[in-house]
C-alpha cells in the first residue's frame, strides 16, 4: 500500500506563492511518477505537473513559468512551488503516485485546498 499525505495549502493573496507537500509513506518502492493534480469547483480535476523517479519532468501549460514541482528522496517528498499566483489557481490540489505500468496506485487523498483571494 502506497499513502499520499497533501499539505500546505491555504489563502493567499494574487501574486503570492505557496509551497505544497506531498509526503509518501508505504511501499513506496512501487511508484515510478507522482503528479500535482488540482479540482476547481464544478470543474473535472486536471493534470498539473508530474515528476518521475528518474527526475522527468512535466507541466501542464497553466503551470509553466509559474510552478515547480521538486522531490527530496530523503524524506519521501515531493513538492510543488507556486508563485504568481491567480485566483483561477483556487482547488483541492491532490498528489496521486502511478507505478511503472502508469497506473495509478492507492487512491485519493483528502487534498489540500489554495485559494486566491484579495
Known amino acids: 500500500q502506497v499513502q499520499l499525505v497533501e499539505s500546505g495549502g491555504g489563502l493567499v493573496q494574487p501574486g503570492g506563492s505557496l509551497r505544497l507537500s506531498c509526503a509518501a509513506s508505504?511501499?513506496?518502492?512501487?511508484?515510478?511518477?507522482i503528479g500535482w493534480y488540482r479540482q476547481a469547483p464544478g470543474k473535472q480535476r486536471e493534470l498539473v505537473a508530474t515528476?518521475?523517479?528518474?527526475?522527468?519532468?512535466n507541466y501542464a501549460d497553466s503551470a509553466k513559468g509559474r510552478f515547480t514541482i521538486s522531490r527530496d528522496s530523503a524524506k519521501n517528498t515531493v513538492y510543488l512551488q507556486m508563485n504568481s499566483l491567480k485566483p483561477e489557481d483556487t482547488a483541492v490540489y491532490y498528489c496521486?503516485?502511478?507505478?511503472?505500468?502508469?497506473?495509478?496506485?492507492?487512491?485519493w487523498g483528502q487534498g489540500t485546498q489554495v485559494t486566491v483571494s484579495a
Open positions: 508505504g511501499n513506496i518502492f512501487s511508484i515510478h511518477v
Open positions: 496521486r503516485g502511478s507505478d511503472y505500468g502508469m497506473i495509478m496506485i492507492g487512491s
Open positions: 515528476i518521475t523517479n528518474g527526475g522527468t519532468i
